[in-house]
């Protein structure tokens, strides 16, 4: 996918990548696996959203973790945010919708409700828009509890999609520092 593409954070004292994983592009039936996943297919929640909870089971998956633990810290960063939707929602605003549907898909704060709903979590979660993913991860960390952090970066540009995700845990869950 062209555009910005995050750079791998550095290793952080105190701190270990149980996970990482990228999708870029995603696999042709990431749908699909994301609905067998959930049992139905995610209803009105935009493609960019669908691709973020694809993103987080995943890394999740890689970290052989079966649910994100109540306590984890949830970080979401994007430069472009859901685009498509947004763009779709200025397009019917043009031509005089009421409060179109899709801009309710463009409003990155649902992104999280669907990943806290799909992954059946409750807990510290916030989107970012940013471009520094290695600063991004040492603010997230600060403060994290011994339940870690997972952290996604999702960007879509029209029909081309790219997700990654990255599961940091303490290197011993009572001795999380704060040093970052």
Known sequence: MSGVVPSRPESLPGWRLAAHV????PPPDWR???????????????????????????????????????DARLRVASLSGPAAATRASLEQLRAGLPLPFDFMQSQPALMLAALAKGLAWRGDASFMVCRDLPLLTRVAL???????????????QRDAYRSEWWRWLPVAPAAHVNAI
């Open 142 to 156: 600060q403060g994290a509890g011994p339940e870690g952090l997972l952290l996604g970066w999702i960007e879509e």
């Open 22 to 25: 990228v999708a870029d592009p």
């Open 32 to 70: 699909h696996a994301l609905a067998e996943r959930l049992g139905a297919r995610p209803r009105r929640i935009g493609v960019w959203a669908e691709l973020a909870l694809h993103g987080a089971w995943q890394c999740l998956d890689a970290a052989g973790e079966t649910s994100l633990p109540a």
